[in-house]
């Protein structure tokens, strides 16, 4: 079974920071991941990716902003967001597709408001 847990959202004014996580239950050396959010109302959309080579793809509206990376040995994504704007308040989700079939954790809030 493959579960996904991510930690790290939360309130934070505009301009600053957070760190998300994204612990999986499985060895993910050989997997490509990434996250993904979604505001109310909206469509989830992509917002990084990381193959398994450590190679990233974001979004426009996050580049320079936000980085991707994982920890093989913890078995653990992070996506660390700086310069948070209003915008990018949304439940963000971790992804990972194994096997031909995508899997995504619970969700994590975030919210960027003075």
């Known amino acids: 079974q493959v579960q996904l847990v991510e930690s790290g959202g939360g309130l934070v004014q505009p301009g600053g920071s957070l760190r998300l996580s994204c612990a999986a239950s499985?060895?993910?050396?050989?997997?490509?991941m990434g996250w993904y959010r979604q505001a109310p109302g909206k469509q989830r959309d992509m917002v990084a990716t990381?193959?398994?080579?450590?190679?990233?793809n974001y979004a426009d509206s996050v580049k320079g902003r936000f980085t991707i990376s994982r920890d093989n040995a913890k078995n653990t994504i992070y996506l660390q967001m700086n310069s948070l704007k209003p915008e990018d308040t949304a439940v963000y989700y971790c992804y990972l597709y194994r096997l031909g079939s995508p899997y995504w954790g619970q969700g994590t809030q975030v919210t960027v408001s003075s």
């Open positions: 499985i060895s993910i050396s050989s997997i490509y």
């Open positions: 990381i193959a398994c080579n450590g190679r990233t």
